[in-house]
């Protein structure tokens, strides 16, 4: 198994760039952002509950993405591994997923990190709010929130990967494809 966590603020180009790279492992891809929005979309419960927090461009309580994401994995048969985008977005939740990962005797290999600085950021949600129709990406108060919360309470994250020696920290401007060659050339290292 080959487990990634692909870590960075909203806007960074987490899902570009999931999609390419698990097309070329052959991983699974598991973003909270986009179950949470196919929740939204079915009408559930679940959605119903994360929609509430996703509005405002706060973080869904824990114990709710946690047990979505554990949900996602045990349901998941026959993988090669996972990328995991935009999760874990707290220390509890990268404990829990160390702990779940552990449970199904695997670990998380490397974090890939992308830097992106943040007036690029803004321009780049701004955009794809107008493409994507994600009213969170409307709106540039709630992107700055969403940053904020990103500084405050996910940043910690990376230094809980770092402490295991896990951080990589990739340039994320330039072509999408440089950025690839990047983060492939980081994962070539743990296969
Ligand atoms: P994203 O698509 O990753 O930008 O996520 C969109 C929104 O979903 C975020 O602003 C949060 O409200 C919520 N969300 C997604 N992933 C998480 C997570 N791991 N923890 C808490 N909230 C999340």
Not at 100 to 109: A, F
Not at 113 to 133: F, Y
């Amino acid at each position: 198994m080959l487990n990634i966590v692909l870590f960075g603020p909203p806007g960074a180009g987490k899902g570009t760039q999931s999609e390419k790279l698990i097309e070329k492992y052959n991983l699974t891809h598991i973003s909270t952002g986009d179950l949470f929005r196919k929740n939204i979309g079915e009408g559930t419960e679940l959605g119903k509950t994360a929609q509430k927090y996703m509005d405002d461009g706060n973080l869904v309580p824990d114990e709710i993405v946690i047990g979505m994401v554990e949900d996602k994995i045990l349901n998941t048969h026959g993988t090669e591994g996972f990328i995991f985008d935009g999760f874990p977005r707290t220390i509890a939740q990268a404990q829990a997923l160390d702990a779940l990962m552990e449970k199904n005797g695997s670990q998380i290999d490397t974090m890939l990190a992308l830097d992106v600085p943040e007036e690029e950021l803004i321009k780049r949600l701004l955009n794809r709010g107008i493409t994507s129709g994600r009213t969170d990406d409307q709106n540039e108060a709630k992107i700055r929130n969403r940053l904020d919360v990103y500084k405050n309470e996910t940043t910690p994250v990376a230094n809980y990967y770092n402490k295991q020696g896990k951080l990589n920290l990739i340039h994320g401007v330039g072509s999408i494809n440089a950025i690839f060659n990047s983060l492939s050339d980081v994962i070539d290292e743990h296969i």
